[in-house]
C-alpha cells in the first residue's frame, strides 16, 4: 500500500529524535527532545513515552524500529524499553535495537563496514559480508566511553584545573569556558563548584564543553589541540579492535555529534591512514532504514537518498 507510515526513532545521551516518514522515503513528522539513556537519566522511561505519544495513533503506521542507548546491554533495561515501544504501538511491527546498530545501519545503508561514533558516549560497531555485527567500546563514562565528547569534556575541566593550579601550562580554554558559563575568572573554585553541583543532566553539560575544545584548538591552543589527539588515539584503538572482526578491507565511516570537529576527524584519518566513507544517512535515517526493512519495501539508492535529503531538512545530520 503506497500510504503506509514508518516511524524511526534515534536515541541518545544527549537527545532523542523521533521521525514518521513515507514510502518514497520523505519524512512527513519529526520531533525532537532530551536524552533517553537509562544508564545517566532517572527519568529515561517517562521522556521516551512522552516522544512517542504524538505518534501513537497514527492509524497508517505499519512498522516501528527504535535505535536506543544501552539496548542489547543490560537485560532489565532492554526488556523495558521493548516494552515501552511495543505498548505505544501495538498495531504495528516493532523492532528495538542498540543505537549504535542503528547507526551503522544508515552510515552503510546496510552494507558491511566498520563505524566509529563518537557521541555523549562512544563505540565502534562492524558488520561484515555474512551480515555478522561486532562491538568494541561503550562501556559508560564510569567504565570507558573514550574518545567520546563527555570524555573530551571531562579531561578539558581537569586540564582547566590543573593550569590554573600551575600544574599544567595556561590554555585558552580556561578564559574560553569561563566566558561561556558567565564564571568570574577572580574566582574560579567557587564558579566551577557551583556550576558542577547545579547541573541537572551533568553528562550532556560536560559533553557539551567539547565544542568548546574544539573552537580552542582550532585557534590553535596546544592544550584543546592536545586533548582532540588523545581522544583520536582512543578512537583509533577502537578501529583497531574491531578490525579484527571485520573484512580486511572494510571501509570505515563515523557518526556522532564529537565529529562536528573536523580537525578530530582529521586526527583519526590520520590513525587509521585510510579517509573514512561518507556515512550515507544520520542515525534517524538507520532506524527508518530498519523499519523499512520489516516491511520488505523496496530500497534503492534513490529510497536512501531521499531519506537523506529529508533528514537534512530537519536538521539530522550525520555528525
Given at each position: ?27 512527513v513528522r519529526s520531533s525532537r527532545g532530551r536524552g533517553v539513556n ?72 546496510g552494507n558491511p563496514g566498520i563505524l566509529i561514533l563518537s557521541g ?59 566566558e561561556h558559563l558567565r564564571i568570574d575568572p577572580a574566582d574560579p ?131
Amino acid at each position: 500500500m503506497n500510504d503506509e507510515l514508518i516511524l524511526g526513532i534515534d536515541g541518545g545521551g544527549s537527545k532523542v529524535l523521533v521521525a514518521l516518514a513515507d514510502r518514497s522515503g520523505r519524512i512527513v513528522r519529526s520531533s525532537r527532545g532530551r536524552g533517553v539513556n537509562p544508564m545517566d537519566n532517572p527519568n529515561w522511561l517517562e521522556e521516551l513515552e512522552q516522544h512517542l505519544v504524538p505518534f501513537s495513533n497514527e492509524a497508517k503506521l505499519m512498522a516501528v524500529a527504535a535505535g536506543l542507548p544501552a539496548y542489547g546491554e543490560v537485560a532489565r533495561l532492554s526488556a523495558l524499553q521493548r516494552d515501552a515501544i511495543q505498548r505505544a504501538f501495538p498495531n504495528a511491527l516493532c523492532q528495538v535495537l542498540n543505537d549504535v546498530d542503528a547507526a551503522h545501519l544508515g552510515a552503510f545503508g546496510g552494507n558491511p563496514g566498520i563505524l566509529i561514533l563518537s557521541g555523549t558516549g562512544s563505540m565502534a560497531w562492524a558488520r561484515n559480508e555474512s551480515g555478522r555485527s561486532a562491538r568494541t567500546g561503550g562501556w559508560g563514562d564510569l567504565i570507558g566511553d573514550e574518545g567520546s565528547s563527555h570524555w573530551i569534556g571531562r579531561r578539558a575541566l581537569s586540564l582547566i584545573s590543573q593550569s590554573l593550579d600551575g600544574r599544567a601550562p595556561s590554555t585558552a580554554l580556561s578564559t574560553a569556558l569561563f566566558e561561556h558559563l558567565r564564571i568570574d575568572p577572580a574566582d574560579p573554585m567557587n564558579g566551577l563548584g557551583d556550576w558542577v553541583s547545579s547541573l541537572s543532566n551533568p553528562r550532556a553539560e560536560i559533553a557539551a564543553i567539547s565544542l568548546l575544545v574544539d573552537r580552542v584548538a582550532c585557534n590553535g591552543d596546544g592544550g584543546a589541540i592536545g586533548l582532540l589527539e588523545q581522544a583520536a588515539d582512543e578512537l583509533a584503538k577502537h578501529h583497531r579492535a574491531i578490525s579484527r572482526h571485520s573484512d580486511a578491507i572494510a571501509d570505515w565511516t563515523y557518526a556522532g555529534g564529537t565529529f562536528s570537529s573536523r580537525l578530530l576527524l582529521e586526527l583519526l584519518e590520520r590513525r587509521v591512514e585510510k579517509p573514512p566513507a561518507p556515512p550515507k544517512l544520520p542515525p534517524i535515517g538507520g532506524a527508518l532504514l530498519a523499519a523499512a526493512q520489516l516491511l520488505d519495501w523496496p530500497l534503492d539508492e534513490d529510497w536512501i537518498g531521499q531519506i537523506a535529503a529529508t533528514c537534512q531538512s530537519i536538521g539530522a545530520h550525520a555528525t
